[in-house]
C-alpha cells in the first residue's frame, strides 16, 4: 500500500527566508505524480506544486519548488522569500497516474513571522 | 468562474441520524472526489466518480455510507445512523480528465464540518 509520510509535523521561518519541507513516501509504482498542497485557516486546499514521476527535472512555480529523489522517495519542498500568507498546513500527497486518487501525509503546519 | 461547492458548510446532527452532504462541482469537471478529514490528520480518500459511475469507493468505511453522482455533475455523499466517530470535515474535489485518463489538477471545495453529538 502506498504511504506518505511528513516528519515536521510544525515548522516557523522568519519572512523572508527559506524554509525547506519534508516528505518521504513508499510505493512499488513507476509511474505516478506528486504534490504539495497549502491549506490555510479558512480549510480551502490550494494545489501549490506537482511533479511527475517520470519527469527528472524538479518543477519549480515562483518561490516554490521541490527537490525530487524517486529513488530515495523522497520529495521535499522548498519555500524561498517566506511571505506571511504562506502561513497554513502544507500536505504532500502521492496520486496514481490512471487515477486521480490521492493519499496524503498527516501534513506540516508552517508558521511564518514577521 | 465558479469553484467547487460545498453545502452546508457546517453540519450538526445527533448521534444515529441521517445525513447528506452536497457538491458542486466546477462545470466541465467529470472526475470528482471525496475525502474526510480529522482535525490535524490528512484528508482521506474515500470514493471517485469518473462521470456518474463510481470508479473507486474503496475509501468508503463502511456501507453506512455512500456517495451517488446521478447526472455527472453534482453529488452527495450521504450517511446512514451516524457515529460519533463521523465527526469531520468532507471535502469535495473535481477534475478535468485528459484523454488517456491522466489525473489533472483537483479543485477543493471549502469543506463540510460534520459535527455528530
Known amino acids: 500500500a502506498q504511504t506518505v509520510t511528513q516528519s515536521q509535523p510544525e515548522m516557523s521561518v522568519q519572512e523572508a527566508e527559506t524554509v525547506t519541507l519534508s516528505c518521504t513516501y513508499d510505493?512499488?509504482?513507476?509511474?505516478?505524480?506528486l504534490f504539495w498542497y497549502k491549506q490555510p485557516p479558512s480549510r480551502q486546499m490550494i494545489l501549490v506544486i506537482r511533479?511527475?514521476?517520470?519527469?527528472?527535472q524538479n518543477a519549480t512555480e515562483n518561490r516554490f519548488s521541490v527537490n525530487f529523489q524517486k529513488a530515495a522517495k523522497s520529495f521535499s519542498l522548498k519555500i524561498s522569500d517566506s511571505q506571511l500568507g504562506d502561513t497554513a498546513m502544507y500536505f504532500c500527497?502521492?496520486?496514481?497516474?490512471?487515477?486521480?486518487?490521492?493519499?496524503f501525509g498527516q501534513g506540516t503546519t508552517l508558521q511564518v513571522k514577521p | 468562474g465558479a469553484g467547487v461547492s460545498q453545502t452546508p458548510s457546517n453540519k450538526v446532527t445527533e448521534k444515529g441520524k441521517y445525513v447528506e452532504l452536497r457538491c458542486d462541482p466546477i462545470?466541465?469537471?467529470?472526475?470528482l472526489y471525496w475525502y474526510r478529514q480529522s482535525l490535524g490528520q490528512g484528508p482521506e480518500f474515500l470514493i471517485y466518480?469518473?462521470?456518474?459511475?463510481?470508479?473507486?469507493d474503496s475509501g468508503l468505511p463502511n456501507d453506512r455510507f455512500f456517495a451517488v453522482r446521478p447526472e455527472g455533475s453534482v453529488s452527495t455523499l450521504k450517511i446512514q445512523r451516524t457515529e460519533r466517530g463521523d465527526s469531520a470535515v468532507y471535502l469535495c474535489?473535481?477534475?478535468?480528465?485528459?484523454?488517456?485518463?491522466?489525473?489533472?489538477?483537483?479543485?477543493f471545495g471549502p469543506g463540510t464540518r460534520l459535527t455528530v453529538l
Open positions: 466518480f469518473q462521470g456518474t459511475g463510481a470508479a473507486d
Open positions: 474535489a473535481s477534475s478535468l480528465t485528459k484523454a488517456g485518463g491522466f489525473p489533472n489538477e483537483q479543485f
Open positions: 500527497a502521492f496520486g496514481w497516474s490512471n487515477t486521480g486518487k490521492l493519499i
Open positions: 510505493t512499488s509504482e513507476n509511474n505516478y505524480y
Open positions: 511533479q511527475e514521476a517520470y519527469k527528472q
Open positions: 462545470s466541465g469537471h467529470t472526475a
